[in-house]
């Protein structure tokens, strides 16, 4: 299983002798030199003021301690039978392209440890991130999935081979978060999401639940048939119940 941490570019304060600490924190997560790093686009390192750049010569502060490669690569990773027995760091991924490369590496373990750059909180790559349990090294924390949710994602999950925005899947989708919001819970797309990649959903399928949740929000009825029993939710509890009996005490 991948280990997985992930800081938001956002949170680095701009300029200053602040960046010099926090590089510091994230050197000690990822362990001794030399350091492998992942862009988006090479070219781009050496554009004036390019944040790759910069943020590799705080963390590589010695010459020669870093390899650098495109995201793209990563795709022998997934394509290999052999696991890449070190550190990875990717910086600012972007686009659903490099968002679903990433998943797959780590869905298939691939890659013993992996480290992420975000470029904003916004971005659907942190929610990933949090839905399958990397830490944030700016705050220490670790993404909380809900086990009821979760319960329910799989189910999504199941659907998705279809897609989940018509059909049988948008059906499954809409009824499954109807019958939360009923109990009780909060119609927000994070939650729902960090479920959905916990339980292994693709970002393209996600992109599906974000859309109809935001629809739901503004009062949109969507008319779907039945995909489930009306004491779904109740299923789904004993389902969670289940799976957290047959944990490691």
């Known amino acids: 299983m991948t ?9 680095w304060a701009q300029g200053g002798t602040s960046m010099v600490p926090q590089s510091a924190v994230i050197r000690e ?20 003021n390019s944040a790759d750049t910069e943020f590799i010569s705080y963390v ?3 010459k020669g301690s870093q390899r650098i490669v495109g995201i793209s690569e990563l795709r022998n990773f ?53 839905g399958v349990g ?17 319960e329910a994602a799989k189910c999504m999950v199941n659907e998705q081979y279809n897609g989940l925005s018509t059909g049988n899947g948008k059906a499954a989708v809409v009824q499954l978060i109807r019958a939360f919001t009923d109990r009780g819970y909060a119609l ?36 779907v048939q039945q995909r489930y029993q009306p004491e779904i939710f109740s299923i789904l509890q004993e389902r969670a119940s289940a799976v957290a009996a047959d944990l490691p005490s």
Do not use: C
């Open 134 to 150: 990397a830490r944030n090294v700016d705050t220490g924390t670790v993404g909380a999935v809900d086990a009821f949710q979760l």
């Open 3 to 11: 280990e997985l941490a992930y800081m938001i570019r956002e949170d």
């Open 60 to 62: 590589a502060v010695e």
């Open 188 to 223: 927000e797309k994070e939650p729902w999401l960090r479920a959905f990649f916990a339980a292994g959903g693709k970002f393209r399928h996600a992109e599906s639940i974000s859309k109809l949740i935001a629809e739901m929000k503004k009062g949109i009825n969507h008319r």
């Open 78 to 130: 997934a394509q290999d039978n052999n696991r890449f027995a070190g550190t990875l760091t990717v910086l600012h991924p972007h686009g659903k392209d490099d968002f679903e490369l990433l998943r797959e590496v780590v869905a298939t373990n691939r890659i013993e440890r992996l480290f992420v750059v975000v470029w904003s909180p916004s971005e659907m790559v942190r929610t990933w991130l949090d």
């Open 29 to 48: 997560w990822l362990g001794e030199p030399p350091y492998l790093f992942a862009v988006s686009d090479l070219k781009r390192l050496r554009e004036p």
